[in-house]
């Protein structure tokens, strides 16, 4: 197992352009965690997974973001109609669940809209 | 909700010597306290972790405090190397809810 596995690491797309990214944490990792980082700010929550239920979201997390989690493995983020301010580094974490045990991180996907 | 507050966002040191970054929460229902580092272009890395029903917590030069009563905890790095210069993050996580809330960040230089 190589660890937290996000695709792809980077995207450039236009305004408007729908994008989805893809995450495949580590395996028997029943936590999955979406998060957003911007230049200078630490990581902000967006949305968690308990295997496949989408237990919280994020009020960052507006209408034009959707994610899932199919058969409670990997994990897929979409934002629809991409604004300039959707520009970030999109990080994805997965942990065992177990009370108290850590969140490993993956490389992240950086989106730059233009 | 939680918020993470974190201090200094930059400190610059030469090597050798110790570094300190601290951070408060405000949910005192938070429970568990990570300590990422994030170099360029790179995911966090866990580097020490702390539970809330621990004071300190000691990995060879890297050690966490945690203060529930004042709810903050601090990040003490000893015998610096150029290798620790990196972003570091303190985060406070209520464990049942799951996410963590982060603070901003503190960049390390470590000069040689």
């Known amino acids: 197992d190589t660890g937290v596995s996000q695709n792809p690491r980077h995207k450039i797309t236009k305004r408007g352009q729908n994008v989805t990214f893809r995450c495949d944490p580590i395996s028997e990792h029943n936590r999955l965690y979406w998060y957003r980082q911007t230049l200078g700010q630490g990581p902000e929550f967006l949305t968690y997974?308990?295997?496949?239920?989408?237990?919280?979201k994020s009020r960052l997390l507006s209408d034009r973001f959707s994610a899932e989690r199919p058969k409670g493995s990997f994990s897929t983020l979409e934002i629809q109609r991409t604004e300039q301010g959707d520009s970030a580094m999109y990080l994805c974490?997965?942990?065992?669940?177990?009370?108290?045990?850590?969140?490993?991180f993956g490389q992240g996907t950086r989106l730059t809209v233009v | 909700g939680e918020n993470v507050e974190q201090h200094p966002s930059t400190l610059s040191v030469q090597e050798g010597d110790s570094a300190v970054i601290k951070c408060t929460y405000s949910d005192s229902a938070s429970n568990y306290f990570p300590w990422y580092k994030q170099e360029l272009g790179k995911g966090p890395q866990l580097i020490i972790d702390i539970r809330s029903n621990v004071g300190e917590k000691k990995d060879q030069r890297i050690a966490v405090t945690l203060n529930k009563t004042a709810k903050h905890f601090s990040l003490h790095i000893t015998e610096t190397q150029p290798e620790d210069s990196a972003v570091y993050f303190c985060a406070a996580t209520y464990t049942n809810a799951g996410k963590s809330t982060f603070g901003d960040g503190t960049t390390l230089t470590v000069k040689p």
């Open positions: 997974f308990q295997n496949e239920a989408q237990l919280e």
């Open positions: 974490a997965s942990s065992s669940g177990q009370p108290g045990t850590e969140a490993f």
